[in-house]
């Protein structure tokens, strides 16, 4: 049998990293980092990469002492925002070497998303979006069986090698018709296919006209409602659990752990009064 090595974290620390004017200031350097990332687009200049040094300094610091302040390794580890802290962070460490140099570069913009766990609104929104994907599982099922359906008609229709056909390559092949379907629902020159696709079928133009009007009222006016309907509809769900979290009593690990120094403190004044 296993147990969970476990610390009494201090009660100062704890309040420190609580702290709103301690969250203020890590967003600050989130924020200047971000600023420092993009200057060193224009310019390689010796002091950028100092500052972006010192940033990862206080990164570093920040994720030490919000460690030191959790119960215990795991309970720091279990939250996820926590591991992505030290996953980012801890590639500004790792030497750019030839061969992982892009990838090096890639993760100190990533640093960036420090942001969202730093603003609570924010990584309430991620909050919705993850939980969104995981309920969205059946739209984005209908939605590929919408887009194969009339990719298919499309091709069978539309897919003619006559010359002169202007649809010839757009549904030359289902994955062709599929990016053609994905041009139409963002309303890419959609008008400008159907006008010239209408001057080639002649009295049969309707034809074209009634699949892509069809497509578009399927595909924008209802999937696309759907999606969104199911973002806000996990919103709502989110901000109701978080309301009824901050409305309960705060019975976290940290703040236990609060409540035992207090005790341990009144306790230890009893005796020494008593010894008085």
């Given at each position: 049998?296993?147990?969970?090595?476990?610390?009494?974290?201090?009660?100062?620390?704890?309040?420190?990293?609580e702290?709103?004017?301690?969250?203020?200031?890590?967003?600050?350097?989130?924020?200047?980092?971000?600023?420092?990332?993009?200057?060193?687009?224009?310019?390689?200049?010796?002091?950028?990469?100092?500052?972006?040094?010192?940033?990862?300094?206080?990164?570093?610091?920040?994720?030490?002492?919000?460690?030191?302040?959790?119960r215990?390794?795991?309970?720091?580890?279990?939250?996820g925002?926590?591991?992505?802290?030290?996953?980012?962070?801890?590639?500004?460490?790792?030497?750019a070497?030839?061969?992982?140099?892009?990838?090096?570069?890639?993760?100190?913009?990533?640093?960036?998303?420090?942001?969202?766990?730093?603003?609570?609104?924010l990584?309430?929104?991620?909050?919705?979006?993850?939980?969104?994907?995981?309920?969205?599982?059946?739209?984005?099922?209908?939605?590929?069986?919408?887009?194969?359906v009339?990719a298919?008609?499309?091709?069978?229709?539309?897919?003619?090698?006559?010359?002169?056909?202007?649809?010839?390559?757009?549904?030359?092949?289902?994955h062709?018709?599929?990016?053609?379907?994905?041009?139409?629902?963002?309303?890419?020159?959609?008008?400008?296919?159907r006008?010239?696709?209408?001057?080639?079928?002649?009295?049969?133009?309707?034809?074209?006209t009634?699949?892509?009007?069809l497509?578009?009222?399927?595909?924008?006016?209802?999937?696309?409602?759907?999606?969104?309907?199911?973002?806000?509809?996990?919103?709502?769900?989110?901000?109701?659990?978080?309301?009824?979290?901050?409305?309960?009593?705060?019975?976290?690990?940290?703040?236990?752990?609060?409540?035992?120094?207090?005790?341990?403190?009144?306790?230890?004044?009893?005796?020494?009064?008593?010894?008085?």
């Open positions: 049998m296993t147990t969970e090595t476990t610390h009494a974290p201090s009660t100062r620390l704890s309040r420190l990293t702290d709103p004017r301690f969250n203020a200031a890590s967003v600050a350097v989130i924020l200047i980092n971000a600023a420092l990332i993009g200057a060193s687009t224009y310019t390689d200049a010796g002091w950028i990469v100092h500052a972006e040094r010192a940033c990862v300094a206080l990164f570093t610091t920040e994720i030490v002492l919000r460690f030191l302040s959790a215990s390794a795991r309970a720091y580890l279990r939250d925002w926590n591991v992505f802290d030290v996953v980012i962070v801890t590639a500004a460490f790792i030497p070497w030839q061969g992982v140099a892009p990838v090096v570069r890639i993760l100190r913009v990533l640093r960036i998303l420090r942001l969202v766990k730093a603003l609570p609104e990584r309430m929104i991620v909050d919705v979006l993850i939980r969104s994907t995981a309920s969205m599982k059946h739209i984005t099922a209908l939605a590929a069986l919408s887009f194969y009339f298919t008609i499309g091709v069978k229709v539309f897919g003619s090698q006559d010359p002169g056909n202007p649809l010839r390559e757009e549904y030359a092949t289902i062709e018709a599929c990016f053609t379907l994905f041009r139409v629902l963002t309303g890419d020159n959609w008008t400008d296919l006008y010239e696709a209408a001057a080639f079928y002649g009295p049969h133009a309707w034809i074209v009634g699949f892509h009007v497509w578009i009222v399927i595909a924008t006016f209802l999937l696309i409602n759907l999606i969104v309907g199911a973002i806000i509809n996990n919103y709502q769900e989110v901000q109701e659990i978080e309301h009824r979290r901050r409305q309960n009593l705060d019975t976290s690990d940290r703040r236990l752990a609060e409540l035992a120094e207090e005790m341990r403190e009144i306790l230890a004044l009893r005796d020494a009064g008593r010894r008085g």
